[in-house]
């Protein structure tokens, strides 16, 4: 039970300091945005089967991506394509946003299980 106090230590820590705090709490409205593949793939309509045979895969392996919390840009931007959409990826630099550019992504060639 030692962790507790700790875990409270670092929570006041938190609290206490407004630049900690609002980064905690920029990051938590990031994840509140975020979608797992599987409710993007539901919300347009599609089974795990229709999005395989855009693949040329097996609807097991299509399961199998959306478990996963890592995988390659190529298969996710692979599997958003299968759905009808792009992938874009930023950089994006805090400091110097003019900086902030668009990434390429490789075109996606090969099976989308070559890219995990």
Known sequence: MSGRNKFRELARSIDEDPVRRARVEELSRA???????H?????IGATQSEV??????SQPYIAKIEKRGDMSLTT????????GGRLEVRA???E???DNVAL??????G????AI
Do not use: Q, T
């Open 52 to 57: 395989a045979r855009g693949l040329g895969v």
């Open 76 to 83: 996710l931007s692979s599997y958003l394509a299968a759905l």
């Open 111 to 114: 099976s989308a299980e070559d």
């Open 31 to 37: 994840y509140d945005a975020l979608i797992a593949l």
């Open 104 to 109: 390429a992504l490789p075109a996606a060639g």
């Open 92 to 94: 994006i630099f805090p």
């Open 39 to 43: 409710e993007l793939r539901e919300a």
């Open 96 to 98: 110097h946003p003019e």
